[in-house]
């Protein structure tokens, strides 16, 4: 995956075999998608491989593609049901993925919420959100999955000093609530990690890591 769609630099998504670290090497030589991929993650579903992105354009904010086959890389004709937008088609941000489960990050909307959850286990014509929560004034820049809760990463670039991360019950998918909140300025907008039992923060100032026992 590259790091943004510039007009005439393309493609935007890569493929990597991995399988050995010390020798990583591209499969085929990208494909083009003519938008930002800001975060994404595979699910495997029967004998098929699907990518689910959270994208800069407004009318794929959650862009999904059949990568089953690597040299062959396909956006699938599912619709998504329409988030609306006051930020000019920035509104993907952030997506995970539990089971049959895809929770969802977007871009600060005046219009609807800014944290969503999705059942997956099967396609249709139009994948609805089933839940949804208000985070005010800040974008979802990233989603940690841990158990029954979900860490966030709430952020608005222009204003750093703003910046928190929130904890969220997710037990119930249709009904996600905010638990706790902890204002963190200068927080990187997809600085989080989890680990051992703690949650780790990478800051933009000093002190540049705090480790938290949730």
Request: charge should be negative; avoid cysteine; glycine fraction near 8%.
């Amino acid at each position: 995956m590259t790091n943004g769609y510039i007009i005439g630099v393309q493609p935007e998504l890569h493929v990597f075999n991995a399988a050995n670290p010390d020798w990583i090497y591209e499969l085929g030589t990208g494909t083009n998608i003519n938008t930002t991929i800001r975060d994404l993650q595979v699910r495997y579903e029967d004998d098929k491989r699907i990518l689910y992105a959270a994208a800069a354009h407004e009318d794929k904010e959650l862009a999904l593609f059949d990568v089953t086959h690597d040299f062959s890389i396909s956006e699938t004709p599912v619709a998504v049901a329409d988030f609306g937008s006051d930020r000019g088609g920035d509104g993907g941000k952030s997506v995970a993925l539990r089971g049959d489960f895809l929770y969802f990050g977007r871009a600060s909307n005046v219009n609807g919420p800014e944290f969503y959850v999705f059942d997956v286990s099967e396609h249709t014509q139009t994948l609805v959100p089933i839940g949804s929560g208000e985070v005010p004034q800040k974008d979802v820049a990233q989603i940690l999955l841990d158990g029954d809760r979900a860490f966030l990463s709430a952020s608005f670039s222009a204003t750093p000093s703003t910046r928190r991360i929130e904890l969220w019950d997710i037990q119930d998918p249709e009904n996600p609530a905010r638990i706790d909140q902890h204002a963190f300025p200068g927080i990187t907008t997809v600085g989080l990690e989890l680990a051992d039992g703690q949650l780790w923060a990478a800051k933009e100032t000093d002190p540049t890591l705090t480790i938290f026992a949730p």
